[in-house]
């Protein structure tokens, strides 16, 4: 029986993507992801095809991509052109379960190869998976059969593991104890990477000219999930965290700053000046969502975003219309020369074009931006919803018998608000899980009004039912709550929570400390101006210290070194708030100027803030 993972991701366009996302998917369509087939000969007449020119890896490669591009952007073009190319491979399928051609060719007008790299096919499967969960094709289904009964009789050693994608995917369908097998034999007859990795010898940059399978960084780049998928089987816990000892050893000899790690070709060396090709960066981040998926560890989520934010873009021209072979941490110029320092990629690999150094990566750069889309939400074993990756979504699935929609509204990583809205079709009550980034000091949950406190009721049904472990310790801010709301009643009696109560101080006081530290560091000010300082710091003394410090040393001011403090010095120094933007609304009305309410949410239209909830007669409305 094979081990359960922690998430299970869902199908493939369960998830739209919104916001910036949505706009970058939409570049990628535009350009050479949604166009390689109009103009590059090794996709344009591939084999794969029926044409005369790559018949190898560059088509799969491609489609990999153009699958889940299509389908998220549920966009019709893009998805006549996946229909026809799948469709194409699935009608042309040999007799004995072969996939497209047999014949090995490179590139374009490149020779034939005296043996068959089995990758290509192994590449097909993923492609096959990701159509027949998008399209409900039984085609699909069946060639995905066809071709692991074939593939029993050829075996590929470095990255053998990428067949179990497509053996669990049809195992969890068909029950077909064969398939267990097929799994077994790959496993006994590939590269064993933990073992590699437990006596690893490439610790230093390869030798130039020296290119090899166990170094290639492509390689290296999907070997992390590999232990972790077959752990799925084996159960064996040296399986399950092995990926932990890939990683560590990768970031120590050949991390870079970006998340990923160097290699042009083979494994480089930690100098910023080496190269990290393209489609490692995309197969890492592939790697990191299957980790994610499988053992469920939050950390896997912030490298995953780390690549994605950093290394993934920075490949890229704007309009994604041309790319790097190899990027630099430290580059500073995109030129062909001999004298560069890869140890086995060529002169040209750091320019953007169409196809520098070699044209793998002019195929499977297009997985990347949509395979991070597909799998930012997952499902979870107590029957909820995960959000494993934040950037602006929204999901649509079936949690517990009813149709469920959860939108997440955010600029992440630009901003770091994340405002999620959750729609149910009728009454549901379901576990929501949110990764906290370990950079994330101080995160905070808020949810408004009534919904507060039947949040905070579910949370204690699940913790009385021990499902809760790990969350603690939750802190429950509720600014209006006083020892008869129902908030505090279901927490006052509980052994095993502490509720407190806290006044706001009196203003007067607080303007009247801020000026009294104010005169202690050398700072003469006006009422006005400490009442500035006291708003900034919402009424934290503590935090009012600090600008006041800030202001000393901006000023060089001290107890024998007097300064006047002026409103365009607290402009230059004063921390902006997240919700400042808010505060003229609020002073409004708190003084029941009512008149004022009006312009000053035009105003906040003026700025771009447009969502806000307005109390009326008791019952809110969304502005």
Not at 65 to 81: I, R
Not at 352 to 367: D, H, I, K, R, W
Not at 599 to 617: D, N, T, W
Request: charge should be negative; hydrophobic fraction near 45%; aromatic fraction near 10%.
């Amino acid at each position: 029986m094979l081990q359960t993972p922690h998430f299970a991701p869902l199908p493939l366009g369960t998830i739209r993507p919104a916001g910036w996302l949505a706009r970058q998917l939409r570049i990628q369509a535009d350009g050479i992801s949604g166009h390689l087939d109009e103009f590059w000969p090794d996709i344009q007449r591939s084999g794969w095809f029926g044409g005369d020119t790559e018949s190898w890896e560059r088509a799969p490669y491609w489609l990999d991509g153009l699958v889940p591009l299509a389908f998220l952007l549920d966009d019709p073009a893009l998805k006549d052109k996946v229909y026809r190319y799948v469709g194409h491979i699935i009608e042309h399928q040999a007799a004995d379960g072969w996939l497209g051609p047999r014949q090995m060719v490179a590139g374009a007008g490149q020779a034939v190869q005296p043996s068959y790299d089995l990758w290509a096919q192994l590449l097909a499967l993923k492609v096959l998976v990701q159509y027949a969960d998008a399209t409900g094709d039984t085609r699909a289904t069946a060639a995905l059969e066809r071709a692991l009964r074939c593939i029993d009789r050829v075996i590929d050693q470095f990255r053998w593991f990428e067949a179990l994608i497509g053996i669990y995917w049809l195992y969890e369908r068909t029950g077909e104890p064969w398939l267990y097998d097929l799994a077994v034999k790959l496993h006994a007859q590939g590269f064993d990477w933990p073992a590699f990795f437990a006596r690893w010898p490439l610790t230093e940059p390869t030798e130039r000219g020296r290119w090899n399978f166990a170094g290639h960084v492509v390689n290296n780049a999907m070997a992390p999930k590999g232990p972790a998928l077959w752990w799925r089987l084996s159960g064996e816990e040296r399986d399950r965290v092995a990926a932990y000892d890939i990683i560590a050893k990768l970031d120590r000899y050949h991390g870079m700053v970006t998340g990923v790690f160097s290699g042009d070709e083979c494994l480089a060396g930690l100098s910023p000046t080496q190269g990290t090709e393209l489609c490692a960066v995309v197969e890492y981040a592939y790697s990191l969502e299957h980790l994610l998926a499988l053992l469920g560890d939050p950390a896997f989520g912030d490298r995953l975003e780390k690549i994605v934010f950093n290394a993934l873009p920075a490949t890229f021209s704007p309009y994604m219309w041309a790319h790097q072979y190899d990027q630099q941490v430290n580059q500073v110029e995109c030129s062909i020369r001999p004298d560069r320092t890869w140890n086995t990629n060529g002169p040209e690999s750091n320019i953007f074009g169409v196809e520098p150094n070699y044209g793998c990566c002019t195929a499977n750069l297009s997985q990347g931006w949509p395979k991070f889309a597909a799998h930012l939400w997952m499902a979870t074993q107590d029957r909820g919803l995960a959000a494993v990756a934040y950037a602006p979504s929204r999901v649509e699935t079936t949690v517990q018998g009813q149709a469920v929609s959860v939108e997440l509204d955010t600029e992440y990583p630009f901003r770091e608000t994340l405002r999620f809205r959750v729609t149910a079709a009728a009454a549901v009550r379901f576990p929501l899980h949110l990764r906290i980034p370990a950079w994330a000091q101080g995160a905070e949950v808020r949810v408004a009004g009534e919904e507060a406190a039947k949040a905070i009721e579910t949370f204690l049904e699940m913790a009385d039912l021990g499902q809760a472990q790990g969350a603690c310790p939750v802190f429950v801010i509720a600014t209006s709550a006083t020892d008869k709301s129902r908030s505090a009643k279901l927490l006052i009696d509980r052994r095993d929570a502490l509720v407190a109560m806290f006044y706001p101080p009196d203003a007067r006081d607080v303007v009247a400390a801020v000026a009294s530290m104010a005169g202690a560091a050398g700072l003469r000010c006006g009422s006005q101006i400490a009442e500035r300082i006291a708003r900034a710091a919402d009424m934290d003394l503590r935090l009012a210290q600090s600008e006041i410090a800030k202001l000393a040393l901006y000023l060089d001011a001290s107890p024998l070194a007097v300064r006047q403090v002026e409103d365009a010095d607290l402009d230059a120094i004063l921390a902006v708030r997240e919700d400042a933007d808010f505060d003229p609304l609020v002073d409004a009305v708190l003084s029941g100027n009512i008149a004022r309410v009006p312009a000053e949410i035009g105003r906040m239209r003026e700025v771009g803030i447009e969502k806000f909830a307005v109390e009326s007669a008791g019952q809110p409305r969304f502005e």
